[in-house]
């Protein structure tokens, strides 16, 4: 069986890697679209080793079309995922803006692959944020152990996350300063350049980002509703690649040893822990790799069930692009049927 793609935001970062991924993977696909906005028609994306010319996503025609994935912020999801869902072409958004309507189903394909089932009622599907998209694939073979009451996470998140305009600002901050410039921030509201930041997305009213909030409400709807979250995160100059420090308050009694036994067997993860100078993954490693990586797993005394590891993934890929497609291949294996 083959499908018919389209990919929404094909020029951006993660639009390029969802076609890179739906490449690689071998994804069955009958015929392939790159649609942008009409500034970015005429662009040249690679589908493998072939170029494919960017189209207008606001003349499109998805009649025929099976699948839409969808990189393209919240506005565009608001606007257009209805209009291509009523085509017959079911929606995989990127943005945050179907996340938490409960009409949409939010997926990780590795956690609760069964609720997909819900995409019938719009036609759309939610992929999550990129934090959250690697915390929970963590925490949920520790939760079907031990059942989790509690998590504590702090996030070092990489400037792609941002886009193409956090990354430039990063490089043209870098290298201005090795050159005695003064740094100009426009992407982000402190220098980024050696420097963190404990601030991505809006502030709400009760001192949270809406980031952290995302973090909280989406590990719920995607989990368990009674996991209770909190969460700072914080922008770090780094270009790819998401950092978590993650502490887990449980239910019952679960040794550091038998959780990286359980993660060592877990779908979607690579457990790295070794009690010496090196032996744990950082961003640079994980850049162009399809899993999440857990290290430093061990026991936390604060609490009486409690466990604290480090979390690394590629945002782009199992953040972003990737999921999206894994989440698409669910959809195809088990929902669609097409010759």
Not at 71 to 99: E, F, L, T
Not at 182 to 201: C, E, G, L, M
Not at 266 to 282: F, H, Q, S, V
């Amino acid at each position: 069986m083959a499908y018919k793609i389209a990919v929404v935001g094909a020029t951006g970062s993660v639009g390029r890697e969802m076609l890179n991924i739906l490449h690689d993977r071998q994804f069955p696909i009958k015929e392939v679209a790159a649609l942008a906005s009409s500034r970015s028609v005429g662009t040249r994306v690679l589908f493998g080793e072939d170029e494919i010319v960017c189209q207008n996503l606001e003349t499109f025609n998805f009649k025929g079309w099976d699948i839409c994935l969808m990189s393209a912020g919240s506005g565009p999801a608001k606007d257009y995922a209805p209009k291509i869902a009523a085509q017959g072409c079911v929606v995989i958004d990127n943005s945050s803006y179907w996340r938490m309507d409960r009409d949409v189903p939010l997926i990780v394909p590795e956690v609760n692959a069964a609720a997909i089932a819900g995409y019938t009622k719009k036609n759309i599907i939610a992929n999550p944020n990129c934090s959250t998209a690697q915390m929970v694939v963590a925490l949920k073979p520790l939760h079907d152990a031990a059942i989790i009451k509690r998590v504590v996470v702090s996030t070092y998140q990489s400037v792609s996350g941002a886009g193409k305009d956090g990354m430039d600002e990063l490089f043209e901050q870098s290298r201005g300063i090795f050159v005695g410039d003064a740094p100009t921030s426009k992407k982000f509201p402190k220098q980024i350049a050696f420097n963190v930041i404990p601030h991505i997305d809006t502030f709400m009213d009760d001192g949270y980002t809406k980031e952290e909030w995302k973090m909280a409400v989406e590990t719920q709807k995607i989990l368990d509703p009674d996991i209770q979250v909190t969460a700072t995160c914080v922008r770090v100059p780094v270009f790819v690649g998401h950092s978590e420090a993650i502490n887990i308050e449980f239910e019952k009694p679960l040794s550091a040893a038998k959780a990286q036994s359980i993660l060592r067997e877990a779908p979607g993860i690579m457990l790295y822990d070794k009690r010496e100078a090196g032996g744990y993954i950082t961003p640079v490693e994980c850049v162009g790799e399809y899993a999440t990586y857990i290290s430093r797993v061990r026991h936390d005394p604060t609490v009486e069930y409690g466990l604290a590891l480090w979390c690394v993934s590629d945002n782009l890929r199992k953040g972003a692009a990737l999921n999206a497609v894994q989440i698409a291949e669910l959809l195809g294996s088990k929902y669609l049927k097409k010759g």
